[in-house]
């Protein structure tokens, strides 16, 4: 049975992905990990698609990791192999025909706000927020979107947020690029599918050809990237350091560091 937190309608040649978790802010686990590369494997099968909207019901696009579903029992995999999965799965992204319009509203955090990014155009709401937190949580960003924030910002923001998990607001998130419009709220799906149907309406094979001439300027680089954070987080995973975070996480108290 299909995980119906993660949604695949169709409205003519537009796709529209769905997060439907709203409970949760949208928060990903392993199951909707699978429903979603699911989904991007259907849409990259399917020609007849020429835009697809990636979109969330509720309060926000998605807050990132479950954190109440990290370290469960859901899949049974070793973490370099979940984290190989978790790669080659969102880099689907890179394999669909159409361009992907992201429409975020509230929170887009961690692992989340990485895969918005890895998308071609990022629309948000007014009162939207970006965060990546992960070196709050003894790990690394890996999902890729350090590349892409990096291309599109250059490394000062990037070291920023990555450093400190700052809250990055939707004004910044514009003046910087990382989002191309702000809408009201109520307006926000209605924006996006306007800009998919206008997508939708031109040559499908003009549309291709200019997707590829923009997206071969930083994919090399972008995929370097994303190698570099598989190897680095799986060494994280096994250091002293962490183990070290976890216990004091466990214990509530402050880590104890001895690496230099």
Known sequence: MADE???LT??????????NNPAKHNAFDDEMDFALFEILDEIKADKSIRAVVW???GKSWSSGRDVAAIGGKQV???????????QRGIQQLWEIDAPVIVAIQGWAIGGSFQRALLCDIRVAAEGARFMLPEVTHGVIPDTGGVGRLFEICGSGLVSDMVLTGRILSVEEALTHGIVSRIVAPEELDDTVMEMAAKVAAASPYTVQLARR???NLADENLRRSMNDEYAYQTLINRSDDYNEFRAARAEQREPEYQRS
């Open 5 to 7: 937190r993660v949604q």
């Open 10 to 19: 169709r409205d003519g040649h537009i796709a529209v992905i769905t997060n």
């Open 55 to 57: 979109r969330g019901e």
């Open 76 to 86: 049974e995999m070793a973490h370099h192999a979940l984290m190989e999965r978790g």
């Open 213 to 215: 001439v923009i997206r």
